[in-house]
C-alpha cells in the first residue's frame, strides 16, 4: 500500500515562506497524481495543487496560483509544495494524497491514500 507523510509546517508571519514535503512510498509505480489539500475546523478538505508524478504537470486552485509552487523528485520519491506570500487564509492543516488513476482530479474522493498532515499557521 502507498504510504504518505507530510513534513515542513509550522508557524510563519503574514508574507513569510513555507516548504512542504511529501515522502511517498510502496508501489509508486501506482501513483499518478499527488494531490496537496488543507483542511480548517468544520470544513471540507480543499484542493490545492496537483502534479502528474511521471510527466510533472502542475494544477493549482486559484488561491494557490501565482504563490505556491507544486514540485516532484521521483528519485527521491518526494512532492513538495512551496508557499510564498503566505496569508492569514493559508492557515489550515496540510494533507498529500496519492490518486491511482491518471487523470487529473481536484476532488479528495478520488484520491486514494493520505498523510497524516502537517499544520500551518499564519499569524503575527
Known amino acids: 500500500q502507498v504510504r504518505l507523510v507530510e513534513s515542513g509546517g509550522g508557524l510563519v508571519q503574514p508574507g513569510g515562506f513555507l516548504k512542504l514535503s511529501c515522502v511517498f512510498s510502496?508501489?509508486?509505480?501506482?501513483?499518478?497524481?499527488i494531490g496537496w489539500f488543507r483542511q480548517t475546523l468544520g470544513k471540507e478538505r480543499e484542493f490545492v495543487a496537483a502534479?502528474?508524478?511521471?510527466?510533472?504537470?502542475?494544477y493549482y486552485s486559484i488561491p494557490a496560483k501565482g504563490r505556491f509552487t507544486i514540485s516532484r523528485d521521483n528519485a527521491d520519491n518526494t512532492a513538495y509544495l512551496e508557499m510564498n506570500n503566505l496569508k492569514f487564509e493559508d492557515t489550515a492543516v496540510y494533507f498529500c494524497?496519492?490518486?491511482?488513476?491518471?487523470?487529473?482530479?481536484?476532488?479528495?474522493?478520488?484520491?486514494?491514500?493520505w498523510g497524516q498532515g502537517t499544520q500551518v499557521t499564519v499569524s503575527a
Open positions: 502534479i502528474n508524478r511521471p510527466s510533472g504537470s502542475t
Open positions: 510502496g508501489p509508486t509505480e501506482e501513483i499518478y497524481y
Open positions: 494524497a496519492a490518486g491511482d488513476k491518471n487523470v487529473y482530479r481536484r476532488s479528495a474522493l478520488d484520491y486514494k491514500n
